[in-house]
């Protein structure tokens, strides 16, 4: 193909390639072998998350090579560039967790770097772990240039006594370990089977959820989200992605083009019918405030509330990312909930095509095990529901995949921990009791630092066998592989003197997902002395450094835990200059 498809005046490259002041930037691309038709070309950065931390990451190198195929078939010049990653599963349970949600507002931080640096006309990004992929989504939104995500692909599923076992078994079975019911041996044997394989953890969890939410949302081309990572057939995917970000440069379509109230509808829809993570209650309120969408997280839990819950997927159900892969994946839930009038069909994506027209393709019908037909659902709300109350008056989160009514609503005394570690070891030891309500403050984005995740805390009460005779809350997070009653993303945190801060042990404590309730037992005014005597957020030991940084710029959950003011007061965007 010749570069006579691409208008290049209109596009940021010409600031390094075109006329003679930039002979010098010219010399050092010759430099890289590059040559003057690629020089001359439309510029694609291809970000990737790729490092060697964890096995969601690790296959993303390769997949990208394939990307940058894809964009030279298509008439431009790839480059290809990394960011951070940090991943969930080895921060999770110690002091790195208050780094991971960190990552993502400095994953789209440095791509956004990158992209401005060096005046690329449009971004493929590439990411394989939790907060990667809302990260990279945010950079193209912020700097909504023609943008296609690819996710890396789910880990294959392990294999013990002829079941199919994940991560979130070994997390769980330390809690079983603990109470004497699991030997060491058989721990043993778990973790070394458990992880098969390249790819992310491989239920429902946070990072297969968010690769739901890219192809849901039209950043991802359909179905690209299911192939696990080890099929090496993904590159074909890759492949796809290049050429198809230059059709979207030609077309000038971009990022927020793609990314609009609707079509954050529709990827909420996909949580939420799925048993997602609540992690998608962060996410798409900070990738709408990148876009200037005000959609925060009572709007995304009234969209929960209305979603019928019918995909089978682990940890509320039976299976993993390969089996929906294997169903017809996203595009076959996309259109049960098409038949039942819950999508937006008029939303753009990645393919040029609306939604509508892609569900159109679509010619497989539901398993009936993995898909359910939407009119008889594994139940009638979604998997993921919003709570409010005097408790959480800027809200809060529970995820009720899996869970009978009956479990849903709860009442006990508050028993109240300062951080995870006081917790964790509360629960190790057994120091609480059944009918508790366990609350886990200062852990909010601000008052964490770090808004960190409690699996290991509830992974160990599943073992002993507790996860439904107790239940948790937190201004922190849950991972998407937790199971149980567990109440996320309280606010106002504790840092910010939410009524988190004012609970003491012994406070009556109502958590009601059927009505969407969640409060204790205090007046107004019983509420109003206590903070009159609150002493103030508690102090941490990041005094310096990027996390102190993050703890002076962090917002609440409900608007999704963001770090600047968004696309609603720029006033310059990089796609135009």
Known sequence: MTNSRFDKSRLPSRHVTEGPARAPHRSYFYAMGITEQEIHAPWVGVATCWNEAAPCNIALNRQAQSVKHGVKKGGGCPREFTTITVTDGIAMGHEGMRSSLASR?????????TMRGHCYDALVGLAGCDKSLPGMMMAMVRLNVPSVFIYGGSILPGKLNGRDVVVQDVFEAVGQHQAGNLSDAELDILERVACPSAGACGGQYTANTMACVSEAIGLALPNSSGMPAPYESRDQYGMASGEAVMALIERNIRARDIVTRKSLENAARVVACTGGSTNGGLHLPAIAHEAGIDFDLFDVCDIFRDTPYFVNLRPGGDYVAKDLYEAGGVPVVMRELRRAGLIHEDCITATGRTMGEELDRVDREVDGKV????????????GVVGLKGNLAPDGAIVKVA??????????????????????????????????????????????????????ATTAALSGQGMGKKVALITDGRFSGATRGFC?????????HGGPIALLKD???????????EIS????DDELARRKGDWGGARPTDYAAGALWKYAQLVGGARWGAVTHPGAAKETHVYMDQ
């Open 520 to 523: 204790v037992a205090l007046s």
């Open 487 to 495: 109440v996320g993303h309280v606010g106002p945190e504790a840092a």
């Open 402 to 455: 899996g869970m009978k009514p009956e479990d849903q609503v709860f009442t006990g005394p508050a028993r109240v921990f300062e951080g995870e570690e006081q917790a964790f070891a509360a629960v190790q030891n057994r120091d609480y009791a059944e009918g508790d309500v366990i609350v886990i403050r200062n852990e909010g984005p601000a008052g964490g630092p770090g808004m960190r995740e409690m699996l």
């Open 506 to 516: 012994g406070d009556m404590i109502t958590i009601d997902a059927i009505s969407g």
């Open 105 to 113: 507002d400095a994953i789209a931080d440095t791509v956004e770097l």
């Open 371 to 382: 898909i359910h037909p939407v009119a008889t659902p594994l139940s009638a709300t979604g």
